[in-house]
């Protein structure tokens, strides 16, 4: 099938590079427009934009995609489906009648579970075990379409969301090749989703990030695992910003009062309400990620440090 893919993260290179080395041909490629990045705000162009013009592929990065305009373009390009994978824009229902097998996007999570912009997060936010892939059809909903393919997948007790993300965009880029190849072959089945059992993933915002160390020590760790590394869950130590990104497992130990550190010579520990968690990477203000270890052999924690949260007016913690 011709095929025009859409997708603008790091996320969606696996399924770009797998459809590229099939069967399939893609004719083009949708991604927002290069942004600014870095210190110096330089134009830089998506991760998909870089890979479809080393492979040679049309781009189109338009601003919306209802105008006339880039609609046509589209028509141009007779794509005959057109996979989607994090691509951040909403297609209009025009661009949508245009493919004759339509848009089909691979979402990482099991629908109706997890709608929206951050499913991975938020599975590992929920303290979750597993969570999966869909590739659903996209209609005028927000990912309420039906369902064409799906796979489970296991969450690591000490897995982050990115870890769990970079993960999850390898073994969906097969789901996704199989769900375009069913639509091929005519073989495609379509279930309805149970819009009574859906949940919502909103994306995350850094005042969601804050650390509530009075939370028992299972939800501190969901905390922190399901916001690393963006936006990166935070704390404070003597009124300076501190992102804690990764835990690990922990010693049989006393508990600490909420916040209070203590450093081993091989781990930093934290209390929390209930027990301990042990903190596996952080970055100080400024500075880049760290083993915590290395952190407090630099930082000469006095007696009684204590990471602090103050809960401000219309946060969530």
């Known amino acids: 099938m011709r095929l025009l893919f859409a997708g603008t993260p790091e996320a969606a290179l696996p399924s770009l590079r797998t459809l590229l080395d099939s069967s399939h041909e893609v004719v083009g490629v949708l991604t927002r427009a290069d942004a600014p990045s870095g210190r110096?705000?330089?134009?830089?162009?998506?991760?998909?934009?870089?890979?479809?013009?080393?492979?040679?592929?049309?781009?189109?990065?338009?601003?919306?995609?209802?105008?006339?305009?880039?609609q046509?373009?589209?028509?141009?390009?007779?794509?005959?489906?057109?996979?989607?994978?994090?691509?951040?824009?909403?297609?209009?229902?025009?661009?949508?009648?245009?493919?004759?097998?339509?848009?089909?996007?691979?979402?990482?999570?099991?629908?109706?579970?997890?709608?929206?912009?951050?499913?991975?997060?938020?599975?590992?936010?929920?303290?979750?075990?597993?969570?999966?892939?869909?590739?659903?059809?996209?209609?005028?909903?927000?990912?309420?379409?039906?369902?064409?393919?799906?796979?489970?997948?296991?969450?690591?007790?000490?897995?982050?969301?990115?870890?769990?993300?970079?993960?999850?965009?390898?073994?969906?880029?097969?789901?996704?090749?199989?769900?375009?190849?069913?639509?091929?072959?005519?073989?495609?089945?379509?279930?309805?989703?149970?819009?009574?059992?859906?949940?919502?993933?909103?994306?995350?915002t850094p005042a969601e990030a804050h650390i509530d160390w009075t939370r028992p020590a299972e939800e501190v760790a969901a905390h922190i695992r399901g916001m690393s590394p963006q936006p990166g869950a935070w704390t404070e130590l003597d009124g300076s910003r501190t992102k804690i990104l990764g835990v690990e497992a922990a010693p049989e130990h006393a508990p600490l009062p909420p916040g209070r550190i203590e450093a081993t010579r091989r781990q930093v520990l934290v209390g929390t309400g209930s027990d301990v968690v042990a903190v596996s990477t952080l970055a100080p203000a400024g500075k880049r990620p760290m083993r915590a270890a290395d952190w407090a052999r630099g930082a000469a924690l006095p007696p009684g440090a204590t990471f602090t949260h103050h809960q401000q007016d219309g946060e969530q913690a």
């Open 72 to 204: 046509q373009e589209i028509r141009e390009l007779a794509p005959d489906a057109a996979p989607v994978v994090a691509y951040g824009a909403m297609v209009p229902q025009a661009a949508l009648d245009i493919p004759r097998h339509g848009w089909v996007n691979l979402h990482f999570s099991l629908l109706p579970q997890w709608r929206g912009a951050a499913p991975a997060q938020r599975a590992v936010l929920a303290g979750s075990r597993s969570t999966g892939l869909s590739v659903f059809r996209i209609e005028k909903g927000l990912d309420t379409g039906d369902v064409l393919r799906s796979a489970p997948t296991d969450i690591g007790e000490f897995e982050t969301a990115g870890e769990l993300l970079d993960r999850m965009a390898i073994q969906g880029a097969q789901v996704l090749l199989d769900a375009l190849d069913a639509l091929e072959a005519g073989t495609a089945t379509s279930t309805p989703q149970d819009h009574s059992l859906a949940t919502h993933a909103a994306k995350l």
């Open 40 to 70: 110096g705000r330089t134009l830089r162009p998506s991760p998909v934009k870089s890979l479809a013009l080393e492979a040679g592929v049309p781009v189109l990065t338009p601003s919306t995609l209802r105008d006339e305009e880039i």
